[in-house]
């Protein structure tokens, strides 16, 4: 009699339990990296996307200034040097006039920097050592 009861007992047994354990935490490591790898990608395309937007307004800032290009008040053509990795011109952009700026664009390791020189003095010259140099894109 009490071996016919002991058969009709319901659950699971020890190794059914580790069985369902171990095939659970399977389906949840997997889950929990689709939801890391969805975060993650979503963090790069963010940070993709404000690169471009910099990028754009860097580029309008650019245009302007050089559409804007004159002769320097020292006399200098407007397009004053131009390398690989350089580009020097004057440009009278959102300067007061008369002065108009000597603007620098050049790149240095990968890091693209602007230097402005606003002319003084009278006449009016342009001190390279006062030069305002900011990186504009990096």
Known sequence: ??????????????????????????????????????????????????????????????VNELRNASIGNNGGYPLNQVSGSSIIFYSSFGATSPAVKRIRYYLSGDTLYKGVVVPTGNPLIYNLASEVVRPVFD
Do not use: H, P, W, Y
């Not at 071996?3 to 490591?29: C, D, N, P």
């Not at 939801?35 to 690169?51: A, G, H, P, Y």
């Open 1 to 62: 009699m009490k071996t016919k009861i002991l058969s009709r007992q319901k659950g699971f047994t020890l190794a059914e339990m580790l069985v369902a354990i171990f095939i659970f935490s399977i389906l949840i490591a997997g889950v929990a990296g689709f939801i890391n790898t969805i975060f993650k990608s979503n963090k790069e395309e963010m940070s993709e996307l404000d690169r471009i937007n910099q990028a754009t307004l860097l580029t309008a800032d650019f």
